[in-house]
């Protein structure tokens, strides 16, 4: 599978889309496709990094901060504009239906009812699983101050965790064990934030799970400027193989 960072940023970053990525079943683009996370600055990125855009299948919310999740308003919007017919499946915590439905009604009333295409929630908890024909997806719980879950995706091709935003806990070892790919908040390079990762508490749980490549994301925008390099090299001396995306990267698992 091919995965794209059409946005690797935090929330208010003036330079850099909501991180935002896009999983592609085949490594030229095409075919089935999730996004993880879509933020108010998220749908034009994604937009521009999709082969095939319109063919998006599902979308994984990991949260419910604006920052991840309402750009869905715009990309429905223009989905419609399209002339799209085909469902498209929304997998997220409890509430998640019902913040999104309202989002798009306060962002363009009277729309939500006349898309022309239908979404299909699947809300879940953590250790809940969800299918789709060429993945499976398996929610695993974050430390954030809102209720905030990573999602490991399993293919044929290989493995991956997103951990949306929040820490990580060494709890969930076994659950990160085998993925081929760890895509971790890392807000700060050692600082400690509430709620937030940083690139020192990625690297420990990386080593203990066993997760050899590792992307940062999220990075608050002055630790970014400042850290960002750092991140990369702290975790590349305990022999990860670590980056930290640009927007539009993409690399295949
Ligand atoms: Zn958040």
Not at 162 to 168: E, M, N, T
Not at 234 to 253: C, H, T
Request: aromatic content about 8%; some cysteine; proline content about 4%.
């Amino acid at each position: 599978m091919r995965v794209v960072f059409c946005g690797v940023g935090e929330a208010f970053d003036e330079n850099l889309t909501n991180t935002c990525i896009l999983v592609q079943e085949n490594n030229d683009g095409s075919g089935r496709s999730i996004l993880l996370d879509c933020g108010f600055t998220a749908a034009p990125s994604f937009w521009r990094a999709a082969r095939e855009p319109l063919e998006l299948d599902a979308v994984w919310i990991s949260h419910l901060h604006g920052d991840h999740f309402l750009g869905l308003p715009q990309l429905f919007i223009r989905y419609s504009e399209h002339g799209r017919t085909r469902p498209l499946n929304i997998y997220g915590g409890p509430g998640t239906a019902e913040a999104i439905s309202s989002s798009v009604e306060l962002a363009y009333p009277g729309k939500w009812s006349k898309l022309g295409f239908r979404i299909e929630f699947v809300e879940v908890e953590s250790g809940d699983g969800f299918e789709l024909t060429w993945l499976r997806g398996l929610a695993a719980p974050v430390d954030h101050p809102v209720s905030s879950r990573g999602v490991k995706l399993e293919a044929e091709s290989g493995s991956l965790f997103y951990s949306g935003d929040g820490r990580v806990e060494p709890d969930i070892k076994n659950f990160l064990e085998g993925c081929d790919l760890g895509i971790f908040e890392a807000f700060c390079l050692e600082k400690e934030v509430y709620g937030h990762s940083n690139a020192a508490q990625v690297g420990e749980i990386s080593l203990l799970a066993g997760i050899r490549r590792v992307a940062l994301v999220h990075m608050h925008r002055e630790e970014r400027q400042k850290n960002g390099e750092k991140a990369v090299s702290l975790l590349r001396k305990q022999g990860i193989d670590a980056i930290l995306p640009a927007p539009g990267d993409s690399l295949i698992v």
